[in-house]
């Protein structure tokens, strides 16, 4: 636990470097391209509208979920996914990537998975917001439920640089686990009940909710839509927070042990 708290208290000093340094990478992704940032917004739109035809039209027949419209259903847990599914391999080569040169720099490796984290942040939060006006035009207006946003998205967040900080760090000393987490988000995309309905089995749905990730993407359909998911599966909540803690734990201890070597293994 000593290890988180250290970690802890290196992002609360470099907050303001972090911030910083998310906007730079943020303006450096697209600073050669005329559209620039327009395409954070237009590349997630494409795939959505992909996932519509070829699940809403394609597969269901454009019959809605539950009396919910197919593609809010899908657009309300596809932005947690492209979220999640963007950051974990971007924060997996984070300290790789960028050891060489923050090793001349006087601010701790802790802070890199966090700034990398945040600049993705930025077009979530834009996702959002437009997954909200999307809900109204079909007549789901904000409530009480999309106050559990307040919860979900820094849950989300939390659980992202538990993952990233442990990543990173392997990834750095073996590169092997580079490749493990691209294939292994790739199947995660479909094993994750983000485009599908899950069958009305017990069991399956037990073995499902293994994945912490359905936690999240249910949690944001329960903020955005009003499904009630949350409250009513808090014992999954404590689930999750248990295998977060535990990876938080985890990835601090071996960031701190092994971080002094990172640079040896570039």
């Known amino acids: 636990m000593n290890g988180v708290g250290t970690i802890g208290k290196e992002l ?16 450096s992704q697209y600073s050669m391209q005329y559209l620039g940032w327009f395409w954070e917004i237009m590349t997630p739109l494409l795939q959505i509208g992909v996932y519509w035809v070829v699940f809403g039209f394609g597969i269901r027949g454009g019959n809605p979920v539950d009396g919910i419209p197919f593609v809010f259903w899908l657009v309300s847990g596809l932005i947690a996914w492209f979220f999640i599914g963007s950051t974990i391999p971007s924060g997996s080569r984070s300290i790789y990537g960028r050891v060489a040169l923050v090793s001349k720099m006087h601010f701790p490796l802790s802070t890199i998975p966090a ?20 809900g109204m035009a079909f007549g789901y207006f904000p409530g009480w ?4 946003l307040l919860y979900i998205v820094p849950a989300g967040v939390i659980f992202l640089y538990a993952v990233s900080l ?12 580079q490749n493990m987490v691209t294939s ?7 094993l994750t009940p983000i485009m599908w309905i899950p069958p009305n089995h017990s069991l399956f749905k ?5 994945n912490p990730l359905v936690y999240l993407i249910e949690g944001y359909r329960s903020a955005l839509i009003g499904t009630g998911y949350l409250l009513d599966h808090v014992w999954y909540g404590v689930y999750f927070w248990t295998v977060t803690s535990v990876l938080l734990v985890v990835g601090a201890a071996v960031h ?9 293994y570039v």
């Open 12 to 27: 609360k000093d470099h907050f303001y470097l972090i911030f910083r340094l998310s906007l730079y990478e943020t303006k």
């Open 115 to 134: 700034y990398v984290i945040l600049a993705q942040f930025y077009r979530h939060v834009a996702m959002i917001a437009l997954t909200i006006v999307l």
């Open 256 to 264: 701190l042990r092994f971080r002094r070597y990172f640079i040896d």
């Open 166 to 177: 442990l990543l990173s760090a392997l990834a750095t000393m073996i590169r092997d686990v």
């Open 184 to 190: 292994a988000i790739r199947m995660l995309m479909y």
């Open 145 to 148: 439920h999309t106050f559990e």
């Open 206 to 210: 037990t073995l499902l909710m293994i």
